[in-house]
């Protein structure tokens, strides 16, 4: 059974920085997609960012300029370098894992989510 692991949330005073990390185990049988979300109170979840399984990167349209995903293919994590963090950010984000290709079933999973919250 596949597992998710984020790490890396915590609380900062605006204008500060985090790394958030997703941890999965894979397949070389498999494509793997992993993408970022987040999620605050009262609020829809939303696409933050993704990386996909050729290193396409994507990137919402209010982090753009701001985060930067990557990922680290020997430790099987992708991270999300969050810079010049405002209010706005606070929220529980999400890591997305989406397995398909081969012979592999299509199948997302998801992380438990880690806290992310910004002072002013």
């Known amino acids: 059974q596949a597992q998710v692991v984020e790490s890396g949330g915590g609380s900062v005073q605006a204008g500060g920085s985090l790394r958030l990390s997703c941890a999965a185990s894979?397949?070389?049988?498999?494509?793997?997609?992993v993408s970022w979300y987040r999620q605050a109170p009262g609020k829809e979840r939303e696409f933050v960012s993704g990386i996909d399984s050729d290193g396409s990167v994507s990137y919402a349209d209010s982090v753009k300029a701001r985060f930067t995903i990557s990922q680290d293919n020997a430790k099987n994590t992708v991270y999300l370098q969050m810079n010049s963090l405002k209010p706005e950010d606070t929220a529980v984000y999400y890591c997305?894992?989406?397995?398909?290709?081969?012979?592999?079933?299509?199948?997302?999973?998801w992380g438990q989510g880690t806290q992310v919250t910004v002072s002013s």
């Open positions: 997305k894992v989406l397995r398909y290709g081969g012979w592999c079933t299509r199948t997302a999973y």
């Open positions: 894979r397949s070389t049988y498999c494509k793997y997609d």
